[in-house]
Structure formats: structure tokens, C-alpha cells
């Protein structure tokens, strides 16, 4: 059994980042444990229903929010490793699947799939550096000393971890059309990458609906329609 703990950072957007908790909280997978663990700011008004195990960041910065959800997974009984996401992004169950497979000290996502809430558009970039879906093992996190993003990093956080990185050591998973490993839900505010720039990104290429039921059925059976609106 791979005990993974899911790290969420929480910033706004309450309502979708209770729906992405709840996603694994129940996700459920072959030889996996998952324990997720909320990270919000001080002073957030909504804390008691972001999670049993959620913590608080004295600080809005991105990269300390992900060490301060990494250090408290060490508090986990038989931890094996770590994966980061964001409070708008659903890994598919095949990567978390692959993970207790290879046991890897490191592994990324490439391509994401980009879903607007309120239209139900989606659009896929094959070439995006997907920041969520990171993961890290025990041993990797030894190696950086439990702090593997920099503290004062709120953009291109990603950059922090490679420096740690062995030769041949960066296992990445790629997406395809059909093939979702990461969709990053999309609201009408409160995104560090809006819709419109993932329209306008080089590569960048729209779904049909039918396209859209079959990327979502393969998020633990999720719908489009259950996403919409947030």
C-alpha cells in the first residue's frame, strides 16, 4: 500500500475547493492511500468545512503553503510521499494508480485540460507545464530537506523542486485529447491563469461536448454538469 498525502493549498473559491477536496477524500484506488491535507490562510472564514486534517499557513505565499502542507505529512503514519495540487484541479485515478506501479522519487504531468465553469467549454494544451499532480517521495523530500519550493515564491513556484532532481530522476506523465491526467477547473474569478489566456496560449485547442463527458468520466466517473457554475 502507497500512503500518499494530497497537499491543497486553499485561496477563495470555497465552494469549488470543498468539491476538489471531497473528490479525493472519496477517490479510490488500488493499493493507494490518500490523505488530503487543506492548507489555508489565516483568518479564512470557512475552515471548519475544508477537512478534517486542514492546517494554517501564517503566510498568502504559494511555495510556503506548500512546504508548510509537506512538513505536516510527516505527522502521517507509514507516509511514502507527497502530491501537491490546487483547490481547482482533479488528477486523474490512472496517475495515482501508476505511482503505487513504479514508486517513483519524482513525477510531473505534462498537458492539462482546461474547463470553464460557467460556459462548460473545455480546452486542451498539450505542451502546459502542469504545476499540479507533483510527486514527491519520502526520499526526495529527505534530500531538500522537507522544503522543496521557495518560501517567497508565489509564481513559478515549479522551478524549486527540479533543483533537487537526480540524472534520469523526472518521470513525466503527458496527456492526450482523450486522455486526461489533470483538469483545472476554471471560475469567473480568482485564477493565477484565466480562460481567456488559455484561449489565446500557443497550442491551445477546443473540445467537443461529447469530448468533454469522456475526459470527466474518467475522473472516478465525474460529469461536466456537476462542475458547472461554481
Same mark, same amino acid.
Given at each position: 500500500m502507497l500512503n500518499i498525502s494530497v497537499v491543497i493549498p486553499i485561496y477563495g473559491r470555497e465552494e469549488l475547493a470543498k468539491r476538489v477536496i471531497l473528490y479525493y477524500e472519496t477517490l479510490e484506488v488500488q493499493g493507494v492511500n490518500l490523505t488530503v491535507i487543506p492548507v489555508l490562510d489565516l483568518g479564512s472564514g470557512d475552515g471548519e468545512r475544508m477537512g478534517k486534517r486542514r492546517i494554517i499557513n501564517d503566510s498568502p505565499v504559494l511555495g510556503k503553503k506548500f512546504n508548510t502542507g509537506i512538513s505536516w505529512s510527516k505527522l502521517i503514519a507509514d507516509f511514502d510521499g507527497v502530491m501537491i495540487v490546487g483547490s481547482d484541479d482533479?488528477?486523474?485515478?490512472?496517475?495515482?494508480?501508476?505511482?503505487?506501479?513504479? +514508486?517513483?522519487? %519524482?513525477? +510531473?504531468?505534462?498537458?492539462?485540460?482546461?474547463?470553464?465553469?460557467?460556459?462548460? !467549454?473545455? !480546452?486542451?494544451?498539450?505542451?502546459?507545464?502542469?504545476g499540479a499532480g507533483k510527486y514527491f517521495s519520502k526520499e526526495f523530500l529527505d534530500?531538500? %530537506?522537507w522544503q522543496p519550493y521557495d518560501d517567497t515564491a508565489n509564481i513559478n513556484v515549479d522551478r524549486g523542486p527540479r533543483r533537487f532532481l537526480g540524472s534520469g530522476e523526472r518521470l513525466i506523465w503527458q496527456s492526450s485529447w482523450h486522455t486526461p491526467f489533470c483538469i483545472d477547473v476554471k471560475t469567473h474569478s480568482e485564477n493565477m491563469w484565466d480562460?481567456?489566456?488559455v484561449e489565446k496560449a500557443e497550442g491551445s485547442v477546443e473540445l467537443t461536448a461529447n469530448d468533454i463527458g469522456i475526459c470527466f468520466a474518467s475522473m472516478n466517473k465525474e460529469k461536466p454538469e456537476w462542475w458547472r457554475g461554481l
Open positions: 482533479l488528477v486523474s485515478p490512472y496517475i495515482f494508480n501508476e505511482l503505487a506501479k513504479q +514508486e517513483p522519487h %519524482y513525477m +510531473e504531468i505534462g498537458g492539462c485540460h482546461f474547463f470553464e465553469s460557467q460556459t462548460g !467549454r473545455m !480546452r486542451f494544451i498539450h505542451a502546459f507545464n502542469c534530500r531538500c %530537506y480562460f481567456e489566456w
